[in-house]
């Protein structure tokens, strides 16, 4: 009977996704997206095998060196190829996206839940520290979080995750409180299924979907905090290859070899705007007023 | 307003109590004896108790206006904030309504012009500009127009236009924020019956989009409006750095470099006060612009962001 009752769930939790993934598949820029980001993914686990160098190996003799066969993309300032360290950048852009928006996310259901779904005291209380959370500006508080930690990466990556996750408490207290006086969840608490289960089983799947645009649109913006923390001197530090770290150590050279902040700019301009075209998408996709 | 404040100042004051590191060590330097150490920190009140230290700390903030001294320089915060806040705060403002300027007119341009290709230029070029790190995009303008050009100064605001790479590199950021929402809450209210009446009694279509489609949207786009606010002082201490100009980033950026806590702490808490009386202005505007927000408001229920800034203050 269980076996029955989950097979005929699956059954159409799996035409839904073929429903969205129809609706997506038709906006070419989301498809877009989702190839470019599926390249950067093969791009960060296989750099070492496509970087020419490594991203540490100095070249002192040939610093500020012009594109050639060699460096196709010149070298930076203490010699090292740029395109390397461009290949091996994108391993650390896409952790800081995806970590800290995993972060973000396991906090802010957390809170979620417990404001959503339990409400009364429990609510207005969580609700009041939200409010309070959401009137420093998330630049700053992710500053502050950062300076509290220690420069790094790792510890930037905690400082944005912890700093955005009100966006993803308010998703979630918002879909379970629609979803709270509903006749199936009183069905689940009828056969005396646990919290814990009614949560994850019957009040979550309802907040999927504003979740699911939520945290592809934020991979972006978590590549950009990042990127400003490095700017500060609070995000990765040498001789890390990341984009941020890149570009900010070329703004020294910037009336001499602007190339060295171009790249990195670029680079990361491609990799934030597919995964912004991609959430697009899946929120045009996933909107339930355009079912057809 | 003033519980926020409180919890602001407590989030803040936590933060920033745990970090790691004695500023004792700090100040004296990694050869200080135990004793001068022990010595520094009581004059500091170090080492009294996490409750004490932060109702002195918000006491002195909050009454006199005292935010502590530097490590370094042993100024006063609060008298480096008064000279160097205005000039984050003219950033901010001018950015923010070089934002509202373009990003209205941009989204409206791609509302009335759903799916063509007008629509879609101005949508990608917006979500173009959403994904472009602000400082990344500071420097680009500097390479053009201050070393290739020769048009604009590279820093300093000496003359008028020294602010002009700053406020265009904070500001398309949050037009293209505000382009977005003005579109799609456009959209909301295109097809509703009160724009067809309001064109088949022969109004001007000018007057139809914005006393009638742009009005009963304004909410969404009011809000968005504050809240970048908020980003553009966080991308004010950007600009500044790149710029060089004497504001509040400046200012903190140095003192995170050289873990000068006081003046990160009374930093961020004076922005976020800044910010969180901009959100109480875009309540008060909301209500201006929109006369059903009070009657919301009454009726205690939640509806959009707006009423929990609302709750808030």
């Not at chain 1, 035409?15 to 997506?24: E, F, M, Y």
């Not at chain 1, 400003?228 to 984009?243: C, D, N, R």
């Not at chain 2, 990160?264 to 959100?279: R, Y």
Request: aromatic letters at 8%; one cysteine or more; a positive charge.
């Amino acid at each position: 009977m269980e076996s029955s009752g989950v097979m005929a769930a699956e059954a159409k939790k799996e035409s839904n996704i073929s429903i969205v993934w129809r609706r997506l598949r038709k906006n070419k820029l989301a498809v877009a997206g989702l190839i470019i980001i599926a390249l950067l993914v093969l791009i960060a686990i296989f750099a070492p095998l496509i970087a020419p160098y490594d991203y540490a190996e100095q070249d002192l003799t040939n610093t500020f060196a012009p594109p050639s066969r060699e460096h196709l993309l010149g070298t930076d300032d203490l010699g090292r190829d740029e395109l390397s360290r461009l290949i091996y950048g994108t391993r650390q852009s896409l952790q800081i996206g995806v970590f800290s928006v995993a972060i973000a996310t396991v906090l802010g259901t957390t809170l979620g839940v417990f404001a959503g779904f339990y409400g009364g005291k429990v609510d207005i209380l969580l609700m009041r520290f939200l409010d309070i959370y959401q009137s420093i500006p998330g630049l700053l508080l992710s500053i502050a979080l950062a300076t509290s930690l220690g420069p790094g990466l790792n510890n930037a990556i905690i400082a944005i995750g912890v700093s955005t996750m009100s966006v993803y408490a308010r998703i979630i207290r918002a879909s379970l409180l629609k979803v709270r006086s509903m006749e199936y969840i009183e069905a689940a608490r009828a056969i005396n299924a646990t919290d814990f289960r009614i949560v994850m089983k019957y009040a979550l799947p309802n907040a999927i979907a504003p979740l699911l645009i939520s945290i592809t649109m934020n991979i972006g913006n978590s590549i950009l905090a990042a990127s400003m923390l490095s700017f500060i001197g609070l995000g990765a530090q040498p001789p890390v290859a990341e984009w941020g770290a890149m570009l900010t150590a070329g703004k020294d050279f910037i009336r001499t070899h602007g190339s060295l902040i171009t790249y990195p700019g670029i680079a990361m301009v491609i990799s934030v705007l597919s995964f912004n075209l991609l959430g697009d998408g899946l929120r045009d996709a996933l909107d339930p007023r355009l079912k057809n | 307003m003033i519980p926020v404040l409180l919890g602001v100042s407590l989030l803040v004051f936590t933060i920033m109590y745990f970090t790691p590191g004695d500023p004792a060590v700090i100040i004296l330097g990694p050869s200080a004896t135990q004793e001068s150490i022990a010595q520094t920190k009581h004059e500091l009140g170090l080492d009294k108790p996490f409750g004490e230290r932060y109702l002195e700390y918000i006491g002195n903030a909050f009454l006199r206006f005292d935010l502590g001294k530097s490590y370094f320089t042993g100024r006063s915060v609060s008298d480096e904030v008064l000279v160097r806040l205005p000039y984050t705060l003219k950033l901010a403002g001018l950015a923010i309504l070089w934002s509202i300027i373009i990003g209205i007119p941009a989204g409206a341009i791609a509302a009335m012009n759903q799916n063509t290709w007008k629509d879609n230029a101005t949508m990608f070029g917006a979500l173009f500009f959403l994904s472009m790190p602000a400082f990344w995009f500071a420097l680009v303008l500097v390479m053009i127009f201050s070393i290739n050009l020769r048009l604009l100064p590279v820093v300093g605001i000496e003359s008028w236009k020294g602010y002009i790479l700053p406020v265009i590199s904070m500001s398309v950021g949050g037009a293209a924020g505000i382009a977005r929402q003005t579109r799609s809450s456009m959209l909301e209210v295109i097809r509703q019956d009160y724009v067809t009446t309001a064109r088949a009694k022969g109004q001007k279509e000018r007057l139809v989009i914005t006393g009638h489609i742009l009005r009963n949207g304004l909410i969404p786009i009011v809000v968005v409006a504050g809240n970048s606010m908020g980003t553009m002082m966080g991308g004010a201490l950007i600009a500044e750095t790149i710029f060089s100009i004497p504001g509040m980033g400046s200012y903190m950026v140095n003192a995170i470099s050289k873990r000068d806590y006081p003046v990160v702490q009374g930093g961020v808490l004076v922005i976020a006060i800044c910010f969180s009386l901009i959100m109480l202005l875009v309540d008060i505007v909301l209500a201006f612009v929109d006369p059903r927000i009070r009657a919301q408001f009454s009726s205690k229920k939640k509806k959009g962001s707006a009423a929990k800034w609302k709750a808030a203050a």
